[in-house]
């Protein structure tokens, strides 16, 4: 009698779950918010980022406030990356030329920004696959500071068979050649989508 009293108990709490279900919109990549509201919720990848954006003057381009672009792209370059490129960033004697964001100069804040921010709203599936051993297919894009992009979905092989694993997003830039994986795709949110690069990305002009 015990044993069922029990089951009893699991069965209805299990049941009553819904009663406290919160569907908070996050699972599937969505957020209602900017996409300038969103990296400021989000200060673990994202804050060095910020202080990048609102010293280039760009925060109502990444607000949605930018008529001429109400809706952007962003292949987002996070902390990790910045903070690579002020430790990597040298003078002939090999000490860093820019101790924080606030010494790097303004245009060339927003050059480099605007190297990795594309008009319009283009998900993952949007983009074409690469042409698997090659340095073509994709589909090519031009960013606000005028880079050629091609952005190209790769399929992984799973348990020895090819091209039915997950499925990748990645860039290229086609005059200085350098290349990057996205880490976390479809980050939308409700003036564009982020597509978050990888911690190892090399943030520099493209």
């Known amino acids: ?18 009663d406290y279900f919160h569907d908070s919109g ?8 900017t996409m300038w509201e969103y990296l400021n919720t989000q200060p673990q990848d994202w804050d060095s980022t910020v202080l ?4 280039a003057g760009l925060v109502d381009l990444f607000d949605g406030k930018d008529h001429e672009h109400p809706e952007i792209t962003f292949f987002g370059v996070t902390d990790l990356s910045i903070e690579q490129f002020l430790l990597k960033t040298v003078d002939e004697e ?3 030329l820019y101790a924080r964001v606030d010494d790097i100069p303004v245009d ?17 599936e949007e983009f074409d696959y690469e042409v698997k051993g090659t340095l073509t ?7 606000l500071s005028g880079v050629e992009l091609r952005v190209y979905r ?3 092989e799973y348990g020895g068979v090819p091209d039915i694993g997950a499925e990748g997003l990645s860039i290229h830039a086609m005059v200085s050649g350098q290349m990057a994986s996205v880490a976390s795709a479809n980050i939308e949110t409700r003036s564009g989508v982020v ?12």
């Open 1 to 18: 009698m015990k044993n069922i009293l029990i089951l009893l108990g699991l069965l209805f709490a299990v049941c009553s779950c819904d």
């Open 26 to 33: 996050l699972a599937d990549g969505k957020h209602d918010c």
């Open 52 to 55: 990048l954006i609102e010293r």
């Open 94 to 96: 090999d000490e860093p």
């Open 108 to 124: 060339l804040c927003r050059e480099m920004l605007l190297s990795h921010v594309v008009p319009g709203k283009i998900m993952k």
């Open 137 to 143: 297919g994709g589909t090519m894009v031009t960013t």
């Open 154 to 156: 790769t399929r992984s």
């Open 195 to 206: 597509h978050s690069l990888s911690y190892t990305y090399q943030f520099t002009e493209l």
